[in-house]
T-cell receptor
């Protein structure tokens, strides 16, 4: 069964606007972690933000914030003030146990000037 | 620059052949993870090593094997290659034995093309 679902294969946003990338997850664990990674066209995977299941506050890292809704099992990434350099694939991932990250299929974000 | 080094960056080979992908983790990191990224399967966890010992196994084929050496670098060996093995292979490292709260640092990947 798919454990991480990213329903948006592609998203477009105008430069300087905010964009939300959706992620829902499925787990029966009480303790888990959620991650977002960015993969530009060059291919490397860049860590953006982390949210622990027990964290009461939504995680923020600069222009990135994670909208964590535990009851809905969603962990959406919000990028504020989009920049052209934000154009990339974005992956949501969930930690299973202590050792394994399970990734979603990704969302391709295109920022238009 | 994540500090994780992978070689080679690109590799083209033929079906039936064997290749070795190499990974040097970030200085001080004891854990190494291997992931495969293909168009149809997405990002799949293959295997993890911690300080030289296998810690966790994912969707790794029997034709594939890995190891972590005393200097903490790791190698992923792919044998009897098939067309479907063409993919981007990532190595990642973390400081601890698991990724409970911290992120993984990914290398730039090794792109394998099997013809």
């Amino acid at each position: 069964a798919q454990k991480i679902t990213q329903t948006q294969p592609g998203m477009f946003v105008q430069e300087k606007e905010a964009v939300t990338l959706d992620c829902t997850y499925d787990t029966s664990d009480q303790s888990y972690g959620l991650f977002w990674y960015k993969q530009p066209s060059s291919g490397e995977m860049i860590f953006l933000i982390y949210q622990g299941s027990y964290d009461e506050q939504n995680a923020t890292e600069g222009r990135y914030s994670l909208n964590f809704q535990k009851a809905r099992k969603s962990a959406n990434l919000v990028i504020s003030a989009s920049q052209l350099g934000d154009s990339a694939m974005y992956f949501c991932a969930m930690r299973e146990g202590n050792y394994k990250l399970t990734f979603g299929k990704g969302t391709l974000l295109t920022v238009n000037p | 620059d994540s500090g994780v080094t992978q070689t080679p960056k690109h590799l083209i080979t033929a079906t039936g052949q064997r290749v070795t992908l190499r990974c040097s983790p970030r200085s001080g990191d004891l854990s190494v993870y291997w992931y495969q990224q293909s168009l149809d399967q997405g990002l799949q966890f293959l295997i993890q090593y911690y300080n030289g010992e296998e810690r966790a196994k994912g969707n790794i084929l029997e034709r594939f094997s890995a190891q972590q050496f005393p200097d903490l670098h790791s190698e992923l060996n792919l044998s009897s290659l098939e067309l479907g093995d063409s993919a981007l292979y990532f190595c990642a490292s973390s400081a601890r034995g698991g990724i409970v709260t911290g992120e993984l640092f990914f290398g730039e990947g090794s792109r394998l093309t099997v013809l």
